[in-house]
């Protein structure tokens, strides 16, 4: 199983971005798909959800309304855009895969993990 994260970069507070997770070797449709975030220092810690069907997503309260997870099954990927970013919005996104359906929020409900995209906010 191979998750692949591209889409990081430098904006400025307030500009937006797209983060994209390609996934192979899995039936991607059978797997929740999130995206965490780790700043320097700092815990990896929860961004967003999707369910298998796309039926049910999940936000951590600090992108709520910032942040919209999406996911194409045809093409096995899942994105993250980003609006209104904001400096403490820094950090290395990783995109991950869980076949299971409850405690969608915590790293060890996730089989597999991409390696990370960096995205850096300034003020």
């Known amino acids: 199983v191979q998750l692949q994260a591209s889409g990081g970069g430098s904006v400025q507070a307030g500009g937006s971005l797209k983060l994209s997770c390609v996934a192979s070797?899995?039936?991607?449709?059978?797997?929740?798909m999130a995206w965490f975030r780790q700043a320097p220092g700092k815990a990896r810690e929860f961004v967003s959800r999707?369910?298998?069907?796309?039926?049910?997503?999940y936000y951590a309260d600090s992108v709520k309304g910032r942040f919209t997870i999406s996911r194409d099954n045809a093409e096995n990927t899942v994105a993250l855009q980003m609006n209104s970013l904001k400096p403490e919005d820094t950090a290395v996104y990783y995109c991950?895969?869980?076949?299971?359906?409850?405690?969608?929020?915590?790293?060890?409900?996730?089989?597999?993990w991409g390696q990370g995209t960096q995205v850096t906010v300034s003020s």
């Open positions: 991950a895969a869980s076949s299971r359906r409850s405690d969608y929020n915590l790293r060890t409900s996730y089989d597999y």
């Open positions: 070797g899995l039936t991607f449709s059978s797997y929740g």
């Open positions: 999707i369910t298998g069907s796309s039926t049910t997503t």
